[in-house]
Every structure is written in C-alpha cells, then in structure tokens.
C-alpha cells in the first residue's frame, strides 16, 4: 500500500477502534487519570482475544497518557513493552499490514524521545530518532519521526530543500533562491478540514505582511486518492487536487504549490497543515504541526518581517 495514503488515511480516521472498542476503553480511562484501569481493561482484552494489532495501540495511547502526565518511568515502562511487543509482531508481518501496529511503534518511538528530552538528554533523543528514521525510512511512520525530529531540533537551523519539479499555480523557487525574504511554508492535504480553516487566516496575514516580503509556499502531495476515497493514479489525482485549491484556496492567490510526498517527509509533515517560518537567511525560526491563530502567527511573523 502507498505509505503515504496510508498515513493520511490513519489522520483521517482518527484511531482505529477494535470490534471490543478496547482503544476507547483505554483512551477513557486515561482522560480519567485512572490508568490502573486502562491497563486492567487491557489485560482482560488480551487475555480474551490476545495481542491483537488494536491492543497494541491501546498500549501506546497509555504510554502517551503517561507522558502528558509527565510521568516519565510509566510513560517508558509503556513505551518499551509496546515496542517489545509490536517487535515480536513484525517477525511475522510487516509493518504496513494493518492501521493499528505503526501507529503503536510510531508512539512507543515518539515516547522514548520524549522521555530523553524531558530528563535534559535532547541530544540522545535526536540521535535515537535519526536511526529510528533510518530504520523505518521505507514505511508509514518515517514522516511521524521525522516531525518529532523537527520538533526538538529543526528551529535555529537552515530549512531542508524543497522538491519543486511538479507543481500547482505559480511555479515554486527553491528555498534557497529565496534568502532575503521572509518564507512562510504551509503544508496541506486536499482532505484536511483543518488546513481549509487556515486558509482565511493565511489570506488576511498576506495583505498585512506580503507588502513586507512575506512569502507564502504551500507543498502539498498525492494521496493515491481523491473525493470519498476513491482509488485515484497521480494523472487524475492532480486535477482533483488542484480543484480543491481553487474552491478553498483561491484567496492565496500567489500561493506556489510544490507537489511531492519527499517535502513532507523531508519537512515531517505528518500533521496537516504544518506551518514553517524562515527568516530573511533561509533560518527556520518557527516549526508548528497544527493550525494557529491570526495573533499566534502575527506573533511570529512579526520577527522576522521587520
């Protein structure tokens, strides 16, 4: 299966659910605090149906929890048994045979990371992803890591290239043809409500700083699918992509759309949309995944445009 439909179909459905709905169960218990009960549903459901790819995640979502509850020796308790775990699965299937297992390795990597970095060890966290990266560079999960790699170390540092031999509207330069101006990068996904959303903003942000230098560059790539999922080759993909611009985007006019799955997983991108901000020097001072605010991007824009 394409890596990267299948990637964007796990962001578009959310978690998988199992028939038993043991990842709600798990989730549920975890907004409550309570992951004594998280981990007793868990047991149950696998002592019931074994070590399903849904318990698997299940698992993960506590070592998540854990984290966000900054409590770090559960979180890598969790995240090592996941790991253990979906090691032990992989010697039998690949990774990409079903949506639950990358998503379980994908945490139990992302936790590990986390944990490293939270206990003042950024640099052996960086250093485990890149290999993990390395490793799974083939799969799903490699624009995942690459994002967490981003994350704790991308801001400060030259911006990746970008690949601009296909495109939409204008024809994109180079990151580096564009030193001297400020860049704001926007990567979308023709099915992303949420990257809809941002385009008004992205508009009224361009009246204000455009005559300023601001830039704005929208990667985005194919799917492999258009409109309700239907199966769609790259020949009948683009025009569909390049509708949903017209409809949702026409107000970014100037916006260069460069076409490629590489930017996304060169720029971690699994999170739609990603905004990326460089400085006149081609420095990226600002790596977001998620949407942002009118006043949080005029916060950051200010920077780098005076």
């Keep these: 299966m394409n890596t990267s439909r299948f990637a964007a179909l796990l962001l578009v459905v959310g978690a998988s659910v199992s028939p038993a709905g043991i990842i709600q169960d798990v989730r549920a218990a975890i907004a409550g605090g309570n992951f004594a009960l998280g981990e007793s549903r868990l047991k149950e459901y696998r002592a019931r149906e074994g070590t399903k790819p849904e318990a ?3 698992l993960s979502w506590l070592g998540r929890g854990a984290l966000a509850a900054k409590h770090y020796d559960e979180a890598e308790r969790y995240a090592g048994e996941t790991r253990k775990l979906v090691l032990e ?7 990409d045979s079903d949506p639950n297992t990358p998503i379980a390795l994908g945490a139990s990597i992302e936790v590990h990371a986390n944990v490293l970095n939270a206990r003042g060890e950024k640099g052996e966290a960086v250093a485990f992803l890149r290999r993990e990266v390395e490793t799974y560079r083939n799969t799903s999960i490699r624009t995942r890591l690459q994002k967490n790699i981003h994350l704790l170390s991308l801001e400060g540092k030259q911006a990746p290239a970008l690949e601009v031999a296909d495109w939409l509207n204008a024809k994109p330069a180079r990151v580096e043809k564009l030193k001297g101006r400020p860049v704001l990068l926007f990567f979308w996904a023709h099915w992303c409500g949420d990257c809809k959303a941002q385009a008004p903003v992205l508009a009224r942000l361009m ?52 076409v490629s799955e590489e930017n996304f997983r060169n720029y971690g991108a699994s999170t739609t949309p990603t905004l990326v901000l460089l400085d ?8 977001h995944p998620g949407k942002m605010t009118y006043e949080e991007l005029t916060g950051q824009l200010e920077k780098v445009t005076n």
């Design 280 to 287: 006149r020097e081609g420095v990226v001072r600002m790596y």
């Design 56 to 58: 698997l995640e299940a």
């Design 89 to 95: 699965a992989l010697k039998t299937r690949p990774l």
């Design 207 to 258: 009246e204000q700083y455009g005559p300023k230098g601001l830039v704005l560059v929208g990667p985005t790539q194919r799917y492999g699918y258009v409109n309700r999922g239907e199966d769609a080759p790259p020949e009948k993909e683009k025009p569909y992509i390049e509708s949903v611009r017209r409809e949702h985007y026409g107000s970014l006019s100037g916006m260069a759309v460069p």
